[in-house]
T-cell receptor, first 115, second 110 residues
Framework: DAGITQSPRHKVTETGTPVTLRCHQTENHRYMYWYRQDPGHGLRLIHYSYGVKDTDKGEVSDGYSVSRSKTEDFLLTLESATSSQTSVYFC??????????????FGAGTRLSVL | GESVGLHLPTLSVQEGDNSIINCAYSNSASDYFIWYKQESGKGPQFIIDIRSNMDKRQGQRVTVLLNKTVKHLSLQIAATQPGDSAVYFCAENRDDKIIFGKGTRLHILP
C-alpha cells in the first residue's frame, strides 16, 4: 500500500466518545487526504493537508478535525463519535496536485463502527 | 449537476474474455482521468491514467480510451482473470481535486 500505514485497522466505539485515526507515510509526499467510503456514496473527501500544519476541509468535514504536525503523520479525530460516522476511512497521499502527479495512493483503510 | 458516474454498477465477464468498464463525466474542463481498482477489504489501487490531450493509453493488459466529444471514458481489460475481480472507479481531476465515481463491480465467471 505505497508506504502508507493506517491504524487502527478496526475499531468499535460508543456514541459520544472521541476517536483518533492515524495515517503514517514513508514516501515523504506533501499531500495527505482522509476519505470515507460508504455504500452508494463512493469515496468522499473529509479533509486534506498540503503541508505540515496546513489543512483544509473537504466535502464532508462536519464532525471531523485533523492535524499534521509532521510530514509523515496525518491524524483524523472524531471529537464525539456518532452512528452516522460508522464507515470505512481511507488515507491517501500524493506528491502534488498537478496533472499526473495527482495520483493518490491509498492505505488499507480503517473500519470504524460507532454503536 | 456535474458528476463522475458509471453506466453500470455490476459487470459479469467470462474468464478469458475482454472486459470493458465505462464511465461518463459531465465537466468538459476536466483535464486528467484516473482508473482505480479496489479489491475486497483493501484500499483503491492506481491502475492507469490519461490526460485530456490523449485519446488512448495502454498499460499491461489494460487500455483506457477517452472520448472528449461525448465525455466518455472506458477501461478495457484484456483476457480477464479471476484476480481482476474487484470494484473499478474512474476519477477526474477538476480544479486540482480528484473526484471519484461510485464504482462498477466486475464479476469473473468461470
Amino acid at each position: 500500500d505505497a508506504g502508507i500505514t493506517q491504524s487502527p485497522r478496526h475499531k468499535v466505539t460508543e456514541t459520544g466518545t472521541p476517536v483518533t485515526l492515524r495515517c503514517h507515510q514513508t514516501e515523504n509526499h506533501r499531500y495527505m487526504y482522509w476519505y470515507r467510503q460508504d455504500p452508494g456514496h463512493g469515496l468522499r473527501l473529509i479533509h486534506y493537508s498540503y503541508g505540515v500544519k496546513d489543512t483544509d476541509k473537504g466535502e464532508v468535514s462536519d464532525g471531523y478535525s485533523v492535524s499534521r504536525s509532521k510530514t509523515e503523520d496525518f491524524l483524523l479525530t472524531l471529537e464525539s463519535a456518532t452512528s452516522s460516522q460508522t464507515s470505512v476511512y481511507f488515507c491517501a497521499i500524493s506528491e502534488s496536485i498537478m496533472y499526473s502527479e495527482n495520483i493518490q495512493y491509498f492505505g488499507a483503510g480503517t473500519r470504524l463502527s460507532v454503536l | 449537476g456535474e458528476s463522475v458516474g458509471l453506466h453500470l454498477p455490476t459487470l459479469s465477464v467470462q474468464e478469458g474474455d475482454n472486459s470493458i468498464i465505462n464511465c461518463a463525466y459531465s465537466n468538459s474542463a476536466s483535464d486528467y482521468f484516473i482508473w482505480y481498482k479496489q479489491e475486497s477489504g483493501k484500499g483503491p489501487q492506481f491502475i492507469i491514467d490519461i490526460r485530456s490531450n490523449m485519446d488512448k493509453r495502454q498499460g499491461q493488459r489494460v487500455t483506457v480510451l477517452l472520448n472528449k466529444t461525448v465525455k466518455h471514458l472506458s477501461l478495457q481489460i484484456a483476457a480477464t482473470q479471476p484476480g481482476d475481480s474487484a470494484v473499478y472507479f474512474c476519477a477526474e481531476n477538476r480544479d486540482d481535486k480528484i473526484i471519484f465515481g461510485k464504482g462498477t463491480r466486475l464479476h469473473i465467471l468461470p
